[in-house]
Every structure is written in C-alpha cells, then in structure tokens.
T-cell receptor, first 118, second 114 residues
Framework: NAGVTQTPKFQVLKTGQSMTLQCAQD?????MYWYRQDPGMGLRLIYYSASEGTTDKGEVPNGYNVSRLNKREFSLRLESAAPSQTSVYFC?????????????????FGNGTRLTVT | QQQVKQSPQSLIVQKGGISIINCAYENTAFDYFPWYQQFPGKGPALLIA???DVSEKKEGRFTISFNKSAKQFSLHIMDSQPGDSATYFC?????????????WGLGTSLAVNP
C-alpha cells in the first residue's frame, strides 16, 4: 500500500521556469491538499480539493494552480517560478469530502518535494 | 492570524525524561485536536488526537492533556527516547460547511539526547 506518492522528490528551477508537481493516492480518499513547509512558518495550505472536479484556495494560493485530474491525482503547477517559492511541498489526502465529514479523518501525507528556485 | 499557538519552538530533553509541548487556541468552534509527528525527510503523520469532551488521552508513552476552560492542550512524551526526535505539530479542526478546516501550530523541534 503506497499511500500518497509525490514526484519528483527534488527539483531545482531557474526564476521564470514552470513545472508541475505530481501527487497520487491509492486510499480512495475524497479530499486532497497541497501544503508548503518553510522554516519557522509551519504548514501552510496552498489549495485543496474536497472531491473530484472541485478545487478551492487555501491560505497562500498566489503563484500556483492546481488540477484534480481524477479521484487519485492532484497536481500543483508553478507557471513562473520565483525564489519565494523555494520550499518543501507536501501533498496530503483524507477521507473528508463534500458529502461526508468525519471529524476524525486524519491527513495522510506524502514525503514531499524539495523545490529550489534560483 | 495564528489561531493555534504552539510552544516551545524547540526542545532538548535527555533520554528517559519527559517532553512537554503546549498549544493554545482561540476559537471555541474547534472540536478535534490532533498531533502530528514529522521525521526529517518525511511528511507529517498523525500521532494522537483528542476531542474536547475528554480531559486526557493516553497511547503508550504519549499523552494529550486537554483544558477546555483555558483553551489549552499539551502533548506529554514520557520516557523520551532518541527515536522520538522529530518535529511535532499540534492542530485544531472544525466544521467548515461541507469540509473540515484544520489550523496548524508552527511546530516544535524535539531533540532527545542519548
């Protein structure tokens, strides 16, 4: 059981380049999330998707776009990377979804993508 | 606006000692309080969680103490081991229409010296 798989694990971009971070989960979860983690700033929600076909902004959506390709996959795209987007990006999933809101559904995280923008 | 305040930012404990991490929240609508543990190079993983109708929950060496009137909760790690060295995040969750809203503390980096 792979859980949440993120690719790539590491990436270096030049300012202005674009890239897509991929995430897939095999737990049949409804909701998926993208977080960024920076030293001293904890985990900040970028975007989330409560169900296939829906996406919503989180705390820090500027400079990012997302696609919920199907129930398994949720991608994060940086159209024009900036040094401020240097971070570790985590994808997560949970059972919580549009028509079912169990309070105790934990988030299951992938192992992250370390992105450096120079 | 930081709605869940976590302290300390870092903590060093000797092997066998007790590690204590504290969190405070403001919004009384929160109804579920999980703790996540993160090892270097890995994503966070749920460690233990509590609801506000319970004052304490224990799982092995890990205990959550919850004080509803003070709007505070804490994680106690008894007999701390070097393998407990990790970053710990508290969080608070509430209903948000058709979804759940999860607010995170900023994390505590715990180092347990052998």
């Amino acid at each position: 059981n792979a859980g949440v798989t993120q690719t790539p694990k590491f990436q270096v971009l030049k300012t202005g380049q674009s890239m897509t971070l991929q995430c897939a989960q095999d737990m049949n979860h409804n909701s998926m999330y993208w977080y960024r983690q920076d030293p001293g700033m904890g985990l900040r929600l970028i975007y989330y998707s409560a169900s296939e076909g829906t996406t919503d902004k989180g705390e820090v959506p500027n400079g990012y776009n997302v696609s919920r390709l199907n129930k398994r996959e949720f991608s994060l795209r940086l159209e024009s990377a900036a040094p401020s987007q240097t971070s570790v990006y985590f994808c997560a999933s949970s059972e919580v979804g549009r028509f079912r809101v169990p309070y105790n559904s934990p988030l299951h995280f992938g192992n992250g993508t370390r992105l450096t923008v120079t | 606006q930081q709605q869940v305040k976590q302290s300390p930012q870092s903590l060093i404990v000797q092997k066998g000692g007790i590690s204590i991490i504290n969190c405070a929240y403001e919004n009384t609508a929160f109804d579920y309080f999980p703790w996540y543990q993160q090892f270097p190079g890995k994503g966070p993983a749920l460690l233990i969680a509590i609801r506000p109708d319970v004052s304490e929950k224990k799982e092995g060496r890990f205990t959550i103490s919850f004080n509803k009137s003070a709007k505070q909760f804490s994680l106690h790690i008894m007999d701390s081991q070097p393998g407990d060295s990790a970053t710990y995040f508290c969080a608070a969750s509430m209903d948000a229409g058709n979804n759940r809203k999860l607010i995170w503390g900023l994390g505590t980096s715990l180092a347990v010296n052998p």
